[in-house]
């Protein structure tokens, strides 16, 4: 698997059965689900086997490909993987199939549905994976789009309102990350002799730590508030969280698993990718202010899940409360070494464990709702008995979400909470920030509980009668392996720990000024 074009593959391969479905006849569903499903599984298959060469070791860039692109600004076609970006790719691909086998219930307008749905999984794959700022920012901008479509065409009945919303929102945080990045380009000219601006991030993070990247003080200070405004809009961080439980809530299920997937870990990623590594005086400046961010995003996201009656608006704002743990496993940076490579390793891990978790809840709140076409916890209940595989995987995916040891989010949140409570910067103690950020995990246990007491236990209502059969092979394929790593990831988490503990070092030197 040490081909050249490997990344490239994986990235473009999705677009290429895009194509291939726009040319297709319109009429052919059938066919357009099955290109989806062609190509998305072949492009998960190239990203399993890259486990094969991945040297987990190493913190050095793997597979690279550099091919200069526009010379006259020094923008190349960088592409390459490390431990950070390799377990997302992973989660992005094995997603992306299953949310396409999730779509098949979709009838209407099939070729565009599938189209946008194959150029959204091109778009978050090639940001994972670039590592050229201006490629990064072409990828983060092609998400937009086909995000946008699939809420607005293919949405519940305030789905253009919401994708408006989105659209708006990101857009926003996309403005500010062109012109800080802009000025980290220009930034990058020292003057000396051969040099030249550069877009390249791993240059950037070179400059940055030799002293030549002419970013300090408050110019410094306002380029990272200008990328981290965009960043955090996507994860989305406290006050920045409003557009998510809407978009979530009218959005198609398998829309929904990639959004609180994979399109949220986009913005933890790009703090982690850029922001920490290439301007880290400004990233420890911000600490004290990001765990405030982070205990806010834990707390404030668990009580709004509990005040919900839609189950879908429930688990949507439970990817605020979820969220927050990645944001306060990351603000352990500049803590002793093992709390910082712990609470660091949680927040990578987490951003897994959640797409796996927080995707199965969206997938069988699905399978809820095309039997029942409501959402409402209070309109249902019994149904542990009338359908027990289904009660089985909600009772077990729910207790992963609120943190039952062997379970896949334990084992991160733990991690995560390990980390920040050892952390400091400068004479600001993480512990007291830490300690409230626990009521959350009680808040989660208690909402979660309560729904399935609700959904599950008491007795049936004779409304469903007849109208709410169990679970379909269908329905099955999408959830099961889903449930399945949740389960390994509980059990063996250094299968994926492993995969990142050489690039989190590496990170954490870069930001602490060791490196």
């Not at 072949?42 to 690279?64: G, P, R």
């Amino acid at each position: 698997m040490n081909n050249f074009c490997v990344l490239s593959l994986i990235t473009f391969l999705p677009l290429i059965g895009g194509i291939l479905i726009l040319l297709s006849k319109n009429e052919n569903s059938g066919l357009h689900r099955t290109i989806a499903t062609i190509f998305s599984g072949a492009t998960f298959l190239i990203s399993v086997l890259l486990l094969l060469s991945f040297d987990s070791a190493s913190s050095s860039i793997q597979f690279l490909e550099n091919i200069p692109w526009i010379r006259t600004f020094n923008i190349n076609y960088h592409l390459g993987i490390d431990g950070l970006s390799f377990p997302l790719l992973l989660l992005t691909t094995f997603l992306s199939l299953i949310s396409i086998i999730a779509s098949y219930g979709i009838d209407k307008r099939t070729k565009e549905y599938f189209f946008w749905f194959m150029l959204l999984e091109t778009g978050m794959l090639g940001l994972f994976v670039s590592l050229d700022f201006f490629l990064f920012y072409v990828f983060w901008e092609i998400t937009l789009v086909p995000m946008y479509f699939l809420i607005g065409v293919w949405g519940g009945p305030k789905r253009e309102y919401a994708a408006v919303k989105f659209f708006l929102f990101t857009l926003f945080g996309s403005v500010f990350m062109l012109l800080s990045m802009l000025a980290i380009y220009f930034a990058s000219g020292t003057g000396l002799p051969g040099s030249e601006r550069t877009f390249d991030l791993i240059k950037l993070v070179e400059l940055s730590h030799s002293g030549q990247l002419q970013l300090a003080g408050t110019a410094a200070m306002l380029v990272f508030l200008g990328l981290y405004l965009a960043f955090a809009i996507k994860v989305p961080a406290f006050p920045f969280h409003t557009w998510l439980p809407l978009a979530h809530v009218e959005a198609p299920t398998a829309v929904s698993v990639i959004l609180a997937g994979v399109l949220l870990k986009m913005g933890t990623y790009g703090i982690l990718r850029v922001l920490y590594p290439i301007l880290p005086e400004a990233t420890r400046a911000f600490l004290p202010v990001l765990v405030v961010i982070a205990t806010i995003n834990i707390v404030y996201g668990a009580f709004c899940a509990m005040a919900q009656k839609d189950m879908k608006r429930m688990v949507a704002y439970s990817s605020v409360n979820h969220m927050g743990y990645c944001l306060l496993g990351m603000a352990a940076v500049m803590g002793n070494p093992n709390a910082a490579h712990a609470g660091m390793s949680g927040a990578v891990l987490q951003m897994v464990n959640h797409g796996l978790i927080t995707g199965s809840l969206f997938l069988l709140v699905g399978v809820i709702y095309d039997r029942a076409h409501t959402r409402d916890i209070d309109a249902f209940g019994g149904l542990g008995t009338r359908i027990p595989i289904f009660a089985g995987l909600m009772i077990m995916q729910a207790m992963a979400s609120l943190g039952l040891p062997s379970l896949a989010g334990f084992v991160s949140e733990f991690l995560c909470f390990l980390g920040a409570f050892g952390g400091s910067f400068g004479h600001t103690n993480f512990k007291i920030w830490t300690v409230i950020s626990v009521i959350g995990i009680l808040v989660t246990a208690a909402f979660f509980l309560k729904m399935l007491k609700l959904v599950l236990m008491g007795e049936f209502n004779p409304k469903w009668e007849g109208h709410m059969p169990d679970m379909t092979p269908r329905e099955l394929v999408t959830v099961v392996p889903l449930a399945v790593m949740t389960l390994v990831l509980g059990v063996y988490p250094a299968f994926a720990l492993r995969l990142m503990d050489s690039t989190l070092t590496q990170l954490i030197k870069i930001v602490s000024g060791q490196f």
